[in-house]
């Protein structure tokens, strides 16, 4: 059996799905976003794709298949889920139909399909970036300005008076300018959206769509509150503290939301909002959690864990397998995405190994490059890294990874400033 892996680049996250396959009998066919000129650069036998060319991609998938034959597709991130949908259309395997996949992956259009289904979502609107949109009757505060093909909350600012409205936009504005985010090429830099701020506490779902039929895996509690004025998500924890039946609600919310966007089949990640006004999808992407993040779960058969992750159980899925005795262990488990304190060059992190003798900690993770620039959010497109923690309860394992991260210090220099002459 053999698996078609579609990812934007050649990470950590690609390095997982590698490590599941060699625990199964299934093997990897990588298509990612390199540079075609050159021959095999990574040494992966990948398929050079790019996404904002997606015929020619296709074809170049369709090409490969047909020397070595492929019995299932995900994509890792929001990028590949186009081509991703398309290539298991062409290939008659299951997946999501493109239109579906394209709209789980736009703000604007998944607010539309969510409405259309009748589940609740904040006023919302289209606009441009460079218009006076502090201005439009349109706007009611607190709001928020969120960019419609940026994910991992990068771009996202609440604002709560014309003037922060109109400092946000132009914000937006110059990073949707960036050549990094240019070079996108999503085709959704032009337009920005602009909602109504959803009070209440935010959860992520992880889970499974079989022919339509969702199956959860997990609800992350997200302990640290996200009102603003950026949204930098930090520590997920599991299992949730929510009372059975709001988890069942939140459940079939994130059902009919993916249905509402046509989706069939894969993985899928999921953000709500719960508060006095009941429960709010955030999205439904047809992807599994970014990152190292899917090292919290852990599987095996009736719940009694064995080491099984996430990407063995959706590599399974993918080329067809029977995954429904595969349970989530119930030990409480999360993960803290380290925050980027200020811009900057990174030039060493302190307390690494002190961070990791803390009760409950399994792992500490710096992701970040010695020397790289880094900057926090809402321009920032990735963190400084993550730290792991597994305890009997979550509370447990939140004050854990809180206690690890406190004994990390960052040597931040300024960045060297570029003249010309």
Partial sequence: MRALILSTTTGYQLRSFGEAAGRTDIDLIFATDRCHRLDDPWRDAAVAVRFHEEDRSLRAIVDAARATPINGVIAVGDRPVVLAARAAEALALPGNPPAAAAASANK??????????GLPVPWFFEADPASEIAADRRVLYPCVVKPLGLSGSRG??????????????????????????RAIR????????????????????????????????????KPDPLDGPFFEETIYVTPSSLRPDQQQSMIEHVSLAARSLALLNGPVHAECRLGPHGIFILEVAARPIGGLCARVLRFGDHGEADDTTL???LLRHAVGE????YKREPRAAGVMMIPIPKRGMLKQVHGIERARQVAGIEDVRITAKSDQVIEPLPEAASYLGFIFARAADPRSVVEALRQAHAELHFDIAAPIAVTSS
């Fill in 156 to 181: 996202v600012i609440r604002a709560n008076d014309p003037g922060e409205l109109h400092a946000a936009v132009a914000r937006v504005r110059a990073l949707l300018l960036r050549k990094d985010v």
């Fill in 311 to 313: 990407e063995d159980v």
């Fill in 322 to 325: 029977d995954i429904s005795r």
């Fill in 186 to 221: 999503s085709g959704l830099t032009d337009t920005i959206l602009i909602e109504g701020f959803i009070e209440g506490r935010e959860y992520a779902i992880e889970g499974v769509l079989t022919g339509g039929v969702f199956r959860p895996f997990a609800i992350f509690d």
């Fill in 108 to 117: 604007k259009l998944a607010r539309e399909a969510f409405a259309r289904a």
